[in-house]
């Protein structure tokens, strides 16, 4: 069946640090991928999306990695702020663009 | 920028009683959808719906659920009779046409709380 799952779920880093987030699908047949970033208390937050033809995508301090073989996604965040501590999500775009959410990763940025 | 919005902010309910959970898509978007997300977990599909009609489904949206867009601009979702299990997060979601991105705009939430 589908699945969307995270492999760390905390991570704790220092302001101004690089922060990798990862996460496996297991769907292959994904059309895109999307970041997704939740604060307490409020409705998730689109940060990128990748189409499944491509491998890499950079946004305003983001970058997403597809890696298909292995069926990894990953969402680096540069010079990572205290505004970025948040429970992060990938989803896997599917059938009427119906997102399915993996469990998340909570990112702390220390200051 | 406009925004998804949604209706109330928390319910509390007693088993059994049914709710509406309303809200207000982005006007131009085509695509609506309904998640929820028990106190946690992660965020779960419910149902989409376009063109007037519930384009897909999934499993937890039993007979006890249904949506509507009655006029337009809402979007509800009710739910006939509320179980325990209920409580949870919902969200309502937008999308524009095919030709919009795959961004799917997310609204603040209702925290449904059932007694």
């Known amino acids: 069946g589908e699945s969307v799952g995270l492999h760390l779920p905390t991570l704790s880093v220092q302001e101004g640090d690089n922060s990798i987030i990862n996460c496996a699908y297991s769907?292959?047949?994904?059309?895109?991928f999307i970041w997704y970033k939740q604060e307490s208390g409020k409705g998730p937050q689109f940060i990128i999306d990748i189409r499944s033809n491509m491998d890499k995508r950079q946004g305003q301090r983001v970058t997403v990695l597809l890696n298909k073989t292995v069926k990894h996604l990953s969402l680096q965040i540069a010079a990572t702020q205290p505004g970025d501590s948040a429970v992060y999500f990938c989803?896997?775009?599917?059938?009427?663009?119906?997102?399915?959410f993996g469990k998340g990763t909570l990112l702390t940025v220390n200051p | 920028e406009p925004e998804v919005t949604q209706t109330p902010s928390h319910q509390v309910t007693q088993m059994g009683q049914e709710v509406i959970l309303r809200c207000v898509p982005i006007?131009?978007?085509?695509?609506f959808y309904w998640y929820r997300q028990i106190l946690g977990q992660k965020v779960e599909f419910l149902v989409s719906?376009?063109?007037?009609?519930?384009?897909?489904k999934s499993e937890i949206f039993d007979d006890q659920f249904s949506v509507e867009r009655p006029d337009g601009s809402n979007f509800t979702l009710k739910i006939r009779s509320t179980k325990l299990e209920d409580s949870a997060m919902y969200f309502c979601?937008?999308?524009?046409?095919?030709?919009?991105?795959?961004?799917?705009?997310f609204g603040p939430g209702t925290r449904l709380t059932v007694l």
């Open positions: 719906f376009y063109n007037n009609e519930i384009s897909e």
């Open positions: 006007s131009n978007h085509l695509y």
């Open positions: 979601a937008s999308k524009p046409g095919t030709s919009g991105g795959n961004e799917q705009f």
């Open positions: 989803a896997e775009g599917g059938s009427n663009y119906k997102l399915t």
């Open positions: 769907n292959s047949a994904s059309d895109y």
